[in-house]
């Protein structure tokens, strides 16, 4: 899957991350309403004893998700929130990089569901999550 250009654009220029993904070191390397890759280093993320803390791989998790419900919303002239998340955690990570895939379960004009699978560096399986978003329509200024 490839990103279109006007996606790339927005991945280039930084408009899909901004705030936590920031501070999270969140990378966005491909983004569409079909799927959504995105990479965050575990240094920094970390609970006391050094392995990649469960809640930051919930806010990768959300954070692409978000970003494909996002995407798709736009054709509707609405906006996504996150309205659940679960996560199950498979295995640590101590360094390196882990990988979120997210992946549409329904596309809806009101709901949009994904699954996230989070991998580390050698391609093992650290996290799977879903998350369900509410499609919005966008608040008026």
Same mark, same amino acid.
Do not use: F
């Given at each position: 899957?490839?990103?279109?250009? +006007? ?6 220029s930084? !408009?899909?991350?901004?705030g ?9 390397? +491909? !983004?569409?309403?079909e ?14 004893f ?10 990768? !998790? ?13 054709q ?7 309205? +659940? ?5 498979h ?40 998350l369900?978003?509410?499609?919005? +329509?966008?608040?008026?200024?």
């Open positions: 899957m490839t990103t279109d250009p +006007e996606m790339r654009e927005l991945i280039d930084g !408009a899909l991350s901004g936590l993904a920031d501070r999270m070191g969140i990378e966005i390397t +491909e !983004a569409s309403a799927r959504v890759v995105g990479r965050m280093p575990v240094k920094d993320n970390t609970q006391p050094g392995l990649l803390h469960g809640g930051a791989s919930c806010v990768l !998790a959300e954070s692409l998700g978000s970003i494909g419900s996002t995407i798709h919303a736009r509707y002239g609405r906006i996504a929130v996150g309205i +659940e998340i679960n996560a199950t955690h295995r640590s990570a101590a360094d390196g990089h882990v990988t979120g895939v997210a992946t549409p379960v329904h596309l809806g004009r009101t709901l949009a569901t994904w699954d996230i699978t989070i991998t580390d560096d050698q391609d093992r399986k650290v996290c799977t999550s879903r369900t978003c509410m499609l919005r +329509e966008l608040p008026s200024t």
